[in-house]
């Protein structure tokens, strides 16, 4: 058996990547990404000398995808940085190469809510479509659907404070959400890779502890000595407290004085789904598909207490 994983230069998939490379030998494994020379350096000798293939692979680019996943079996297909129907015409290129190179399986992030009624998240309709599309394509697969990333908020919210006078500024309000750490993310990714998860089965990625960012803001506030002050907003006032950091509307926006690569309305729906208590529910699959139960906030709190400590002004400084 032959494994891919997509996107092994970034935060999730280099994760993956990691898992997949600690539990089978490097001869079995192909990792892409758009641009390989992105990959850091020592990662990169580490999987190469282990026996690990590396290909190029650029989800606008269909043909040079069949040409990276032509030998793969089973692939990890983690989800566009971008939104819209972009993003939707490249994930599926990605399922029509995969088709096209003679892939067996597909394991695809998608994001919670997806199957959900009521949910309108701005990024929900792209991966609604993909997993319509994936769905459709006769492969079999499991789909994977995160919560937001506990990450997130001990690093985007705190760096987007910083640059706003210590306010936490979010739309969220008091409402909870089971956010769910990429490390636990990756995991669930390597064990549906490697075949644990039932057949064209989906699987919803939680912690087990719902927790408001007035929670996570008090708690990095005790632990950094910085007087976080944590600011319920309305919608609007969210959205300009985004845009005055220079944050787009859409990821066709002006990035270039943006301190994340996230959109404003991608930012503030989120929010506003934990507001409307869309984001607390608690799910078991963590534990069912790695055997362990997932990470909560206060676990990561000296992981990234460098962002704080560091002063990080983007979320490109970013330690990966």
């Not at 319509?132 to 990333?149: D, T």
């Not at 690093?155 to 490390?183: F, H, P, Q, R």
């Not at 004085?257 to 506003?272: A, G, I, L, R």
């Amino acid at each position: 058996m032959r494994y891919i994983v997509t996107g092994c230069d970034g935060q999730l998939g280099c994760r993956v990547a990691q898992n997949m490379f600690k539990e089978v030998p490097g001869e079995q494994l192909i990792f892409t990404c758009p641009d390989p020379s992105r990959i850091d350096p020592q990662k990169r000798k580490l999987w190469e000398d282990g026996g690990v293939t590396i290909r190029q692979a650029d989800y606008d680019d269909k043909e040079g995808m069949i040409q990276a996943f032509t030998g793969g079996e089973r692939i990890y297909f983690v989800s566009s940085i971008i939104n819209g129907p972009k993003r939707v015409q490249q994930h599926k290129n990605v399922i029509d190469a995969c088709k096209e190179a003679g892939v067996q399986h597909i394991t695809y992030t998608s994001f919670f809510g997806a199957n959900r009624d009521g949910y309108h998240q701005y990024v929900l309709e792209d991966h609604r479509s993909t997993e319509a599309y994936l769905k459709e394509s006769g492969i079999p697969f499991n789909i994977m659907r995160n919560n937001l990333y506990m990450e997130n908020y001990l690093t985007v919210s705190v760096i987007l404070a910083m640059l706003s006078n210590n306010v936490w500024g979010t739309n969220a309000c008091e409402g909870k959400a089971t956010y769910i750490a990429k490390d636990d993310s990756a995991r669930c990714a390597a064990a549906l890779l490697l075949g644990k998860g039932e057949p064209n089965k989906d699987y919803d990625i939680t912690s087990l502890t719902p927790i408001s960012q007035r929670e996570i803001c008090q708690m990095i506030s005790e632990k950094s000595g910085i007087d976080f002050k944590f600011v319920p907003m309305n919608d609007d006032e969210f959205r300009s407290y985004l845009e005055a950091l220079h944050i787009p509307t859409t990821t066709d926006g002006d990035f270039s004085q943006s301190p994340v690569p996230f959109c404003t309305m991608d930012m503030v729906t989120n929010e506003k789904g934990i507001a409307d208590d869309q984001m607390g529910i608690v799910s078991h699959d963590v534990e069912l598909l790695t055997g362990r139960k997932p990470l909560e906030v206060a676990d990561l709190l000296d992981t990234y207490s460098y962002v704080w400590k560091e002063k990080l002004s983007n979320i490109y400084q970013l330690k990966r």
